[in-house]
């Protein structure tokens, strides 16, 4: 009897071959980028106690409502984190980071889980490459960190990128804006959609960001009207210094977040590629969040990014995607010369250059055939012959009619050098 084949789960996904390499391309240079604006890696636990994501989310949100994924092992609740930030503030604030009262940088990529109705650009597991700046509230900072975000889609070759940007106050105005939005959008409660009537009364600003009803809601007051001194001066003021850095934004008066802990500026990333799910990432200011899971009240800024939202993007803009040549592929003739082929790769590899051989004992043709397939630009061919006369061959596999050459021993790896032009 044959058994079924088992599939990864709906909205899970594997990587590997070219979208491998790119996903593991985009990891890499997530963390030149964060070095440039000096970040630190940071690594917290996959699950967490649910009770972190419920306090820092908010348990108003789509994602705590209906997206954890929960689970009760001895009646302990824990929850597959469905974003990097509250894991973060809790690491930071269990390891007493704020008591240097420095200003602390930390970055991070992993795996996201939300339950949420898979369709292109939305799974249950994604990654996220994300940021946080915790212990400042200084508007420069928020400019900062939207500079960084648009600096690593130009790296990842990403043009196109819209920098959507709004304010959404703080706990000294934010009241009075939802007042004045439940007051405005009370008549127009019986023709909206269904969401938006729950969302009336637990988190009126989201009646903005509804696509369904966009055209309904078009006409309710914007948050920047409600805004206090201070946050109205910090929106200008990190509107100033985007402008300082060079950076083209959209004011957006529908872009509220998901999440309910940003105070100030948020902002979020799009791209016309993506379709309907069209933001790459989002982030802003999240003044409340340590206090609110913490004894310490601290101000800070962070983003987050879809990898594979970055692909899909990098997909439709054909970014480069090449496979890197191999240097060298070892090609062996009988057991002696497989033998004297794994040792002078091994040499090769500890001089930094990358190689590769077939194993088993197949014909020259067939380990020719595996050395072109991978793109090696040369193989270095040893047999009985060649150990007898202490040499080995040196095939160049670029173009039609490669030179092949007999080198000593004793000198391959510098030859090898040569013809790949790798510096020692
Ligand atoms: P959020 O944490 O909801 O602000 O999301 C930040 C970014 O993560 C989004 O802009 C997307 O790029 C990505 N993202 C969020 N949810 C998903 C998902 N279900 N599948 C793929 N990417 C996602």
Redesign the pocket.
């Known amino acids: 009897m044959t058994q079924q084949l088992l599939q990864c789960v709906e909205?899970t996904h594997d990587y590997f071959g070219a979208v491998g390499r790119r996903f593991a391309e985009n990891l890499a240079t997530a963390a030149k980028v964060f070095a440039l604006y000096d970040y630190e890696r940071i690594v917290t636990p996959i699950f967490e106690p649910t009770e972190l994501f419920a306090r820092g989310i908010g348990a108003t949100t789509d994602?705590v409502e209906k997206?954890m994924f929960t689970f009760q092992p001895g009646g302990e609740q824990l929850t597959l984190r469905?974003?990097?930030?509250a894991g973060v503030i809790r690491a930071y604030l269990q390891h007493n980071l704020h008591k240097d009262g420095l200003l602390h940088k930390l970055w991070y990529v992993g795996p996201?889980f939300?339950r949420?109705r898979?369709q292109k650009?939305?799974?249950?597991?994604?990654?996220?490459v994300?940021c946080e700046a915790v212990g400042s509230s200084d508007p420069m900072l928020d400019a900062e960190i939207i500079a960084l975000g648009l600096h690593y889609f130009s790296l990842l070759g990403i043009t196109g990128v819209t920098t959507r940007l709004n304010s959404i106050g703080c706990p000294a105005c934010r009241p009075r804006y939802r007042s004045a939005l439940r007051e405005a959008a009370a008549p127009l409660l019986p023709s909206l959609c269904e969401n938006c009537q729950k969302r009336y009364d637990r988190n009126p600003l989201r009646l903005l960001d509804c696509k369904r009803d966009a055209a309904k809601t078009a006409a309710l007051p914007d948050a920047a009207a409600f805004l206090c001194a201070e946050c109205r001066d910090h929106f200008a003021a990190a509107q100033e210094f985007l402008g300082g850095l060079g950076v083209d934004f959209q004011l957006d008066r529908t872009l509220v977040?998901?999440?309910d802990y940003y105070t100030k500026t948020v902002f979020?990333?799009?791209h016309p590629a993506?379709g309907a799910?069209d933001?790459?990432?989002?982030?802003g200011r999240y003044d409340g969040l340590v206090g609110e899971l913490g004894a310490v009240e601290m101000p800070a800024v962070g983003?987050?990014?879809?990898?594979?939202?970055?692909m899909i993007a990098q997909e439709a803009l054909k970014t480069c995607n090449c496979e890197p040549p191999l240097p060298v592929f070892g090609v062996a003739l009988g057991e002696n010369g497989k033998r004297a082929i794994c040792g002078l790769l091994a040499r090769l590899r500890h001089a930094g250059v990358p190689a590769a051989m077939d194993f088993g004992a197949r014909s020259m043709k067939a380990q020719m055939r595996a050395a072109n397939r991978r793109g090696a630009l040369l193989a270095l061919i040893v047999g009985d012959s060649e150990l007898e006369k202490g040499v080995v061959v040196i095939k160049d596999l670029r173009g039609e009619n490669g030179e092949q050459i007999e080198v000593p021993l004793a000198e391959f790896e510098q030859t090898v050098r040569e013809k790949i032009r790798v510096k020692s």
């Open positions: 909205g994602i997206e469905p974003e990097g930030t996201m939300r949420e898979p650009g939305r799974q249950r597991q994604f990654y996220q994300g977040r998901g999440l979020e990333f799009t993506l799910q933001a790459l990432g989002g982030g983003f987050a990014i879809g990898v594979e939202r970055l």
